[in-house]
């Protein structure tokens, strides 16, 4: 790849940002309008933010860790950058799209590049219905709530909650309850990822959930619909010795 403009955008926290104004100091940079590429520093909760902001652009964005975890990021060097975007190599992200209908009889949409959930707003159990194209797959599930979450997002909330970690490529997507009471045994299922999953709720008046797309929220929720979001898409940037795809795939391995 050859860059000739990029633009640094940093978290608010001190040491991501007086490593951003280094590196405006070191490098010719442009506005993120007038960017090629997007570089980013922080952790992993601002990458998924930055990925939000420039998804409709699709600018490719190259993070560098600043944070704890930085799965979705490199590591962190002041030399070399432009030599780095150069040689990085590309991966695209498609989102889920979340459609919400709420009790107040209004619809609301947001991407997710990670999970949808479902979460009970009360010391009561969710009760959800759930249909996969329209069939129903589970009458009433008991639970503290429920998500569908992508290949890119299956190492995170979906791995808490003990779902399965999906290797990037494999075009699936994973339906995991989040403390599932009924059925008991019930542990999730794996998703062709074209799949629409519906989730109704049942008593939602008495019972409230709330919608999340990663960071956005829906409060009381009668009914959301989750589908994969062809025409949006983010490309993320990582060194050949970093890649997504190899790290999703030791997560499997880790005791």
């Not at 940002?17 to 405006?24: C, D, G, H, P, V």
């Not at 952790?43 to 933010?49: E, I, Q, R, V």
């Not at 970690?165 to 309850?177: F, N, R, V, Y």
Request: hydrophobic residues 45%; negative net charge; proline residues 5%.
């Amino acid at each position: 790849m050859n860059f000739k403009n990029f633009s640094v955008v940093a978290d608010t926290h001190t040491k991501a940002s007086e490593a951003a104004a280094r590196l405006r100091e070191c490098h010719q940079t442009v506005p993120p309008e007038k960017a090629e590429v997007i570089v980013a520093l922080g952790g992993d909760g601002f990458m998924l933010s930055t990925m939000h902001q420039f998804m409709e652009r699709n600018i490719p964005i190259f993070g560098m860790n600043m944070g704890s975890v930085g799965f979705l990021m490199n590591e962190f060097k002041e030399s070399a950058l432009i030599d780095r975007l150069d040689k990085s190599e590309s991966i695209e992200l498609r989102p889920l799209m979340m459609t919400a209908s709420a009790a107040n009889g209004k619809t609301y949409t947001a991407p997710a590049i990670n999970e949808v959930s479902l979460l009970r707003e009360t010391h009561r159990a969710a009760k959800v219905r759930i249909l996969v194209d329209g069939i129903i797959r589970l009458e009433e599930l008991i639970c503290d709530g429920v998500m569908v979450s992508t290949a890119a997002g299956s190492t995170a909330y979906n791995l808490s909650a003990h779902g399965p970690i999906i290797p990037l490529g494999a075009e699936l997507l994973a339906l995991t309850p989040i403390s599932a009471f009924r059925p008991r045994q019930w542990r999730g299922a794996l998703l062709p990822q074209n799949s629409v999953v519906s989730c109704q709720m049942i008593d939602a008046e008495l019972r409230p959930v709330s919608a999340v797309a990663d960071f956005t929220e829906i409060r009381n929720v009668v009914s959301v619909e989750i589908r994969e979001e062809t025409s949006l898409c983010s490309t993320l940037l990582f060194d050949p010795e970093h890649n997504l795809e190899e790290r999703i795939l030791k997560e499997q391995f880790l005791p």
